[in-house]
């Protein structure tokens, strides 16, 4: 009875020290929200179990290995033990109802975490190797970033243009697929403004995964409208100009996830004093980067491989002659 007493004790402060343990390393970013309220209790209702059963199993397993340990010159048997009907029907019982409980739980979080508001914005999410694009049908924008007023519901339609990515921003906590051939919905109410944030694509899918990130911004309703009219301005504007018209099919499309305007790095080539540079080539040799060579790039991106971006396939896009000439338009204006 003394070692129950004693071993007892010693699982509830184990249990209690390995969870505070926990606690203060800070495993989750900040929660930013609405969503993030009934994941981040579930967690902590599940370290909270496993820390107990950790120590559980961890203290009479030390217990023992000390307290029973064979004492020196004693060479005599265990006493055999043929089994314990109780024991094992109690260790089937209690088990199988915690487990019971906790898809429950469970299932209750999953709904919370999806309740629909019917004053939820949609936003239309495009995922493709390796970007996003946000479109804004309410208000006939599009973005690479991905624009959001606090407080207020946003409904994410997401698809995918070629394989399977992952729609995850780790401060919203939810995660959802985005899969070839259909819509899949995500439900987020930010509620924490901040300019930190990002998606991040989480779920392999080619040699950039790693880099499929794009901004989330969360701002407060007036920013978020100022912002939705200085969108709605500048594309009104560019669609007057090929330049304009040019920037449109690069946000469109996402080309910037690839490829820098500012001369640094990126997946594929900076554009930044691209137009009409001596550009080296994979396999020696140069080429001009005129329009010739600047056309053939976007529809045919493997007919000539700059040195040095061997490892990447750009995907084939298919334009037509005017949309190349307004993106070349605009690739000119990056000097
Ligand atoms: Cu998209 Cu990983």
Redesign the pocket.
Known sequence: MRHFVVVGILVVAVAVLTYLGLHTVGLMPVPASAQAGPIDWLWDLQIKAMTFLFALIVVPMVYSLFVFRRRKGDTSDAEHIEGNTTLEIVWTIIPLFMVLGMAYIGAENLAETRRVDPDAMVVRVT?YQ?GWTFDYPDYGITSNELYLPVNRQALLKMESRDVI?SFWVPEFRVKQDLVPGRVTELRITPTLIGDTYKVR?A???GTS?AY?EAPVIVVEKVAFEAWVAEQQALASEAGQTPEGRGLALVTANGCRACHSIDGSGGVGPTWFQLAGSEVPLSGGGTVVADDAFLKESILQPQAKIVAGFEAQQMPAYNFTDEQVADIIAYIKTLK
Do not use: A, Q, V, Y
């Open positions: 995922g390796w990515h694509c779920e392999i899918c995964h499929m």
